[in-house]
């Protein structure tokens, strides 16, 4: 197999960083977009912020020079801003919507006119079990995860017959810094919830969005895979 061009928002850590790293143990030829210069060993890092049209552009320039057309896209980059409904500002609600969903859909653009040109392409937008369950205090968050699926269908619609699928990963809790600072009796009440008993591994994650990407999976399209462990059932 030929090493592919594969792009990951966010690669610089967490479950970005461990899907950049799923690919490179593949073989394939990966880059990462960062805002603060850290990537996983055997990637190339490019500046970008995905609210910013002109460097993911620039980034997208700076990878196909290195390694060629984007073939792996995987949009990861994501942010949240919890709070409930009365007090969630404006703004709140739209830099949420700017980098989770509008961030997803500058580097889909981007990406998709390589795509076309080559006649194939892998999209895997990473999304929430929060977009199909809904969550209090995420009404922007749950928002923008839910788009992806609406994006990821669209591509589908109008992309499929070019050999090109987008798939959406909708994750459960994924340990982190985060989850891990969260004291006993909090993790008790998420896992009671969750039917595995357990958060999820990073590379959980990363090896069903790597699967998705591989010849194997080339007649799934605007599917929603959930790696919850039961969590989001039924939704
Ligand atoms: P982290 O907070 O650890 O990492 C988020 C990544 O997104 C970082 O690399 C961050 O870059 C990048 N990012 C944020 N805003 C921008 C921006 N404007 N431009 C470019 N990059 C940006 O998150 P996780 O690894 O936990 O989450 C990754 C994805 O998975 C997110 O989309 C999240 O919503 C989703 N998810 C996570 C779950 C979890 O339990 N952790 C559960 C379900 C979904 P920087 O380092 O510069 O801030």
Do not use: C
């Not at 999820?200 to 799934?220: D, F, K």
């Amino acid at each position: 197999m030929t090493a592919r061009s594969v792009l990951i928002t966010g690669g610089n850590r967490g479950i970005g960083r461990a899907i950049a790293e799923a690919f490179i143990a593949n073989g394939d030829k990966v880059a990462v977009t960062t805002r603060n210069g850290d990537a996983p060993d055997g990637a190339l890092g490019v500046a970008a912020d995905v609210t910013d049209a002109a460097s993911v552009d620039a980034a997208f320039t700076e990878v196909e020079q290195a390694h060629g057309p984007v073939e792996i896209l995987v949009a990861n980059a994501g942010i949240t801003r919890d709070t409930l409904l009365m007090r969630m500002s404006e703004e709140d609600f739209t830099e949420v919507l700017d980098t989770n969903l509008t961030g997803a859909f500058r580097v889909l653009k981007r990406a998709s006119k390589g795509m076309i040109r080559m006649k194939k392409g892998r999209v895997v937008l990473i999304s929430s079990v929060v977009g199909l369950y809904g969550s209090p205090g995420q009404i922007n968050y749950a928002s923008s995860k839910s788009g992806l699926i609406g994006m990821a269908r669209s591509l589908t619609r109008e992309l499929g017959s070019r050999g090109i699928t987008a798939n959406v990963v909708a994750p459960g809790f994924v340990r982190s810094d985060m989850t891990d600072e969260l004291d006993d009796a909090t993790q008790a009440k998420y896992l009671q919830n969750i039917p595995a008993g357990r958060f999820a591994e990073p590379t959980e994650v990363a090896s069903v969005v790597r699967w998705l990407a591989s010849e194997e999976a080339g007649y799934i399209s605007g599917a929603v895979i959930p790696v919850d462990g039961g969590l989001g059932m039924g939704h």
